[in-house]
């Protein structure tokens, strides 16, 4: 026989099991009572219950004996639910089911027959399986003074936005998600808190944010808190944005005007779909401005706004954006890659022609130099003169700048140059090195371009060049001219860390056919005969051209080396190794 024995003073709040009672190892059998804690009583054994010594509300001192049980196989019995009469787990199912989009099969539909996806699928996607960690899941809007709380729970899900930290393709990563089916996408008071929790916890730990936008501005409807806030002007959550040094990426799908525009647009990088409308007022806030009524698909549609400069990414869907933030994000980490062709090198060597004044594409010169497949381009409908993107480089995430030599002749417009600055400023941000590829004959010049503030805007460029604090490698493929091509090397041709020409490079202070009509204005001039003068003309061009060829102007030290063009990706690889040895 087995006597169990109190092991303190308590007080016999239930007893479980009558005499006779046959009970397995670990089944209860009394509950006490101390200091208003109920202790629950277990057999060590498996037995029958020979006596039972106590009875509910009978107080016990330390030693009193409680049952007593006689040894002896039992029988196992079918293991009840554990989490039967488990109230609170019924409570937190119950509650937590309301998240899921299968509790709103409607607001699905209807999404996805609008071409959209719920935010939790853009979570599922974006996200590593299983690694996505929620912050304010159970919040809802603040307007409990005047609805009931079922009815918050059940329609207005996290307040808007799914908050939470995760990994992407193993990088941790914070998202900030608008769900359009609550309330379309409107900004409550619980909805910024949610934010800033969430902004507050990133900057902290240096994470990046990807912020999937949509939906209208702040909520005037917030019973619970309205009589303590007139006018919302003192919310945090912009300003907090704003300040983030982490990578921001924004996402916007469908309508995104006010305050998700806002988001939106101090966002690093902003990428949205085809069936997109951005604007900083929706069409109740542009009817109550006094300037009309206009339909929500009249106010900055993608296809305006790509033109603008606002979006740095035209995509067709959500999926397709998500995919290009999950590619941008893995940037920093270095992958493997497969050797390009030998072929492929020596492609490099006919991308520019021979011909001086013959035009080609600077395109598939960025192309031949990223590793198959890597090379992004951002902006690509705005500033034309200016290409950027991102790519690798043997394995190693790199910013591109080039000029375009089929618009304006490489030459920098306005455009271009707020294109160029803001990448510039943009690669600095994330740390990540830069490649420049130069063809530029200089600024733009003339009456009409100063109109658009030339020089304000491409000022710029020196200035973003001259805060830039990462590694930095310009290659002259053909045109380094004047004050364009120092701005294309951050400042002058001695700022990079290697800074070299294909032999096709030319660099002078201006473009040489202006160098020789203004500097030898007089003497050309002077000779009679048209054709005598147009033959000085082109000795004096060629003379300048042999002056300033790549061969020349190296041996002068004006920039470090003249590379074969086949070796390009093994000068930036090495250029940007942690030694930077250059052989």
């Known amino acids: 026989m087995t006597t169990l024995k109190a092991e303190s003073t308590a007080i016999i709040s239930d007893v479980c099991v009558k005499e006779g009672d046959a009970v397995s190892k670990g089944a209860v059998l009394l509950v006490t009572e101390l200091m208003k804690m109920q202790h629950e009583i277990r057999a060590q ?48 199912n119950a509650r937590m089911a309301l998240l899921d989009d299968s509790a709103r099969p409607d607001a699905v539909a209807k999404r996805r027959a609008q ?40 329609r207005t899900q996290g307040d808007g936005i799914i908050c939470g930290i995760g990994t992407v393709n193993g990088r941790r990563v914070a998202a900030m998600v608008v769900d359009y089916m609550v309330m379309a996408g409107t900004q409550g008071y619980n909805h910024h808190r949610k934010m800033d ?22 909520r005037p409807n917030d019973y619970d808190v ?15 944005f704003a300040a983030h040094k982490g990578p921001k990426i924004g996402i916007a799908h469908g309508f995104c005007f006010a305050g998700n525009a806002a988001l939106f647009g101090v966002c690093d990088i902003r990428i949205a779909t085809k069936q ?3 604007g900083m007022g929706g069409p109740a806030m542009i009817e109550g401005g ?15 706004q790509v033109k603008t400069g606002l979006l740095d990414l035209l995509l067709e869907d959500e999926a397709a954006a998500t995919e290009a933030t999950k590619q941008i994000l893995g940037l920093p980490r270095a ?13 490099l060597r006919h991308i520019v022609p021979s011909d001086r004044k013959k035009a080609y594409d600077m395109r598939d010169a960025v192309l031949a130099v990223a590793d198959p497949g890597s090379f992004l381009e951002v902006g690509q409908g705005f500033g034309i003169g200016a290409i950027c993107g991102f790519a690798r480089v ?62 304000a805007q491409v000022s710029r460029l020196f200035v973003a060049g001259a805060r830039f604090s990462q590694p930095l490698v310009t290659i002259i493929l053909r045109k380094g001219y004047g004050l364009g091509a120092m701005a294309m090397a951050g400042g002058g041709f001695s700022r990079p860390v290697y800074c070299c020409a294909w032999p096709t490079g030319e660099v002078g202070a201006m473009g040489l056919e202006g160098a020789v009509q203004l500097g030898y204005r007089d003497h050309l001039t002077a000779i009679e005969d048209p054709k005598v003068r147009e033959a000085e003309y082109t000795r004096l061009v060629d003379e300048l051209y042999e002056r300033g060829s790549a061969l020349n102007a190296a041996s002068l030290l004006e920039f470090d080396a003249v590379i074969d063009p086949k070796m390009t990706r093994d000068v930036i690889d090495r250029a940007l190794s942690p030694d930077r040895a250059i052989s």
């Open 197 to 218: 929790r969430l902004i507050e916890v990133a900057g902290r730990e240096g994470l990046p944010i990807v912020l999937f936008a949509e939906g209208g501005g702040g």
């Open 290 to 304: 006094g300037l009309g009524k206009v339909a929500p698909n009249e106010i900055g549609p993608s296809d305006v």
């Open 45 to 92: 054994i498996s037995g029958v219950v020979q006596t039972v010594h106590v009875a509910p509300s009978d107080e016990v001192e330390s030693g009193t004996p409680l049952i007593t049980l006689v040894p002896g196989e039992v029988a196992a019995k079918t293991s009840a639910d554990p989490d039967a009469g488990r109230f609170d787990l019924s409570a937190y």
């Open 276 to 278: 997109s409308w951005v």
């Open 394 to 455: 043997k394995g190693r995430g790199v910013g591109v700048f080039a000029n375009n030599p089929l618009h304006l002749g490489g030459a920098i417009d306005v455009d271009a140059a707020t294109k160029g600055a803001r990448f510039l400023e943009l690669c600095d941000a994330w740390n990540m090195p830069l490649l420049t590829l130069c063809d530029t004959p200089g600024f733009m010049v003339g009456p009409d371009i100063e109109e658009a503030g030339q020089v």
């Open 335 to 347: 992958q493997a890659f497969a050797d390009v062709s030998k072929e492929r090198d020596e492609s």
């Open 226 to 240: 309205a009589p303590l806030m007139s006018a919302w002007l003192n919310v945090t959550s912009f300003s907090n």
């Open 115 to 154: 071409g959209g996806r719920t935010a939790r699928e853009n979570i599922a996607d974006l996200f590593d399986p299983d690694s996505f960690q929620e912050y304010g899941a159970l919040a809802i809007a603040a307007q409990r003074t005047e609805r009931p709380l079922e009815e918050l729970q059940s």
